[in-house]
């Protein structure tokens, strides 16, 4: 055979044997220290220094410290409800005398049947004036009566309810002194044009103490308010 031939087999059996060995690759491998691995400690962050608290600021919180609060007196409050219920009640039955007094006085002049129409007429407007005005008065009192008690806790609660049940009560006595005055006017006048007497002495005298009423009533209305604002506040 021909010798090229056999190097060519030589050299084709040994060359990839180098090619393997030139291209292969040696991988080193490094041990791990697990000692590397563990956390460090991590020291403790030293405490904060907040700084002081400035001066102006000091100043305003004690300045709002003292400033002067008014407190509940638990006991002046359940002795004003006290008062102020029995002096409630004393004019419910003032008020219902009246009107009793006034329809007995117009049964009686029915009755007579000389007292004249004016007189009948103003008697049964007053009566059933009289009579709407009590039931208003029954129904303002009785709200604030069924729900006042005693309890110190309620003290605070039971005044307010009864500053505003006064204050619709007053309200009830201006509206009435409105619708009261055309009518005392109207029989005023009519009862001075029978007779033919100067109706100035009259009229002065009734408007005078019907706007006198209305004065009083609205003193006490305001007065009110002032209260019921001081009792809402504590």
Same mark, same amino acid.
């Given at each position: 055979?021909?010798?090229?031939?056999?190097?060519?087999?030589?050299?084709?059996?040994?060359?990839?044997?180098?090619?393997?060995?030139?291209?292969?690759?040696?991988?080193?491998?490094?041990?791990?220290?697990?000692?590397? +691995?563990?956390?460090?400690?991590?020291?403790?962050?030293?405490?904060?220094?907040?700084?002081?608290?400035?001066?102006?600021?000091?100043?305003?919180?004690?300045?709002?410290?003292?400033? #002067?609060?008014?407190?509940?007196?638990?006991? !002046?409050? +359940?002795?004003?409800?006290?008062?102020?219920?029995?002096?409630?009640?004393?004019?419910?039955?003032?008020?219902?005398?009246?009107?009793?007094?006034?329809?007995?006085?117009?049964?009686?002049?029915?009755?007579?049947?000389?007292?004249?129409?004016?007189?009948? !007429?103003?008697?049964?407007?007053?009566?059933?004036?009289?009579?709407?005005?009590?039931?208003?008065?029954?129904?303002?009192?009785?709200?604030?009566?069924?729900?006042?008690?005693?309890?110190?806790?309620?003290?605070?609660?039971?005044?307010?309810?009864?500053?505003?049940?006064?204050?619709?009560?007053?309200?009830?006595?201006?509206?009435?002194?409105?619708?009261? +005055?055309?009518?005392?006017?109207?029989?005023?006048?009519?009862? +001075?044009?029978?007779?033919?007497?100067? #109706?100035?002495? #009259?009229?002065?005298?009734?408007?005078?103490?019907?706007?006198?009423?209305?004065?009083?009533?609205?003193?006490?209305?305001?007065?009110?308010?002032?209260?019921?604002?001081?009792?809402?506040?504590?």
């Amino acid at each position: 055979m021909d010798k090229s031939v056999l190097e060519n087999e030589d050299t084709s059996s040994v060359e990839p044997h180098k090619l393997e060995t030139e291209h292969s690759i040696i991988v080193k491998t490094k041990q791990i220290d697990l000692a590397s +691995l563990a956390p460090k400690n991590s020291s403790p962050e030293p405490d904060k220094e907040y700084p002081p608290l400035d001066d102006n600021w000091l100043a305003l919180s004690q300045d709002w410290q003292s400033q #002067p609060y008014e407190k509940a007196d638990v006991q !002046a409050l +359940l002795k004003l409800t006290k008062k102020r219920t029995l002096l409630a009640k004393s004019l419910l039955a003032i008020d219902i005398l009246a009107t009793v007094g006034l329809i007995i006085a117009l049964i009686v002049g029915l009755y007579l049947g000389d007292w004249g129409i004016a007189t009948i !007429a103003y008697l049964a407007f007053a009566s059933l004036g009289s009579i709407i005005f009590v039931y208003y008065e029954i129904k303002i009192r009785l709200r604030i009566w069924q729900q006042c008690c005693d309890s110190p806790d309620k003290a605070v609660a039971n005044a307010i309810a009864g500053v505003e049940s006064s204050i619709k009560y007053i309200k009830l006595i201006k509206l009435s002194c409105w619708l009261l +005055l055309p009518a005392a006017n109207w029989y005023i006048y009519v009862m +001075l044009k029978e007779s033919e007497k100067s #109706p100035w002495p #009259p009229f002065i005298v009734m408007n005078s103490f019907v706007i006198v009423m209305w004065v009083i009533t609205h003193w006490f209305h305001k007065k009110r308010h002032k209260e019921l604002a001081k009792f809402a506040s504590l």
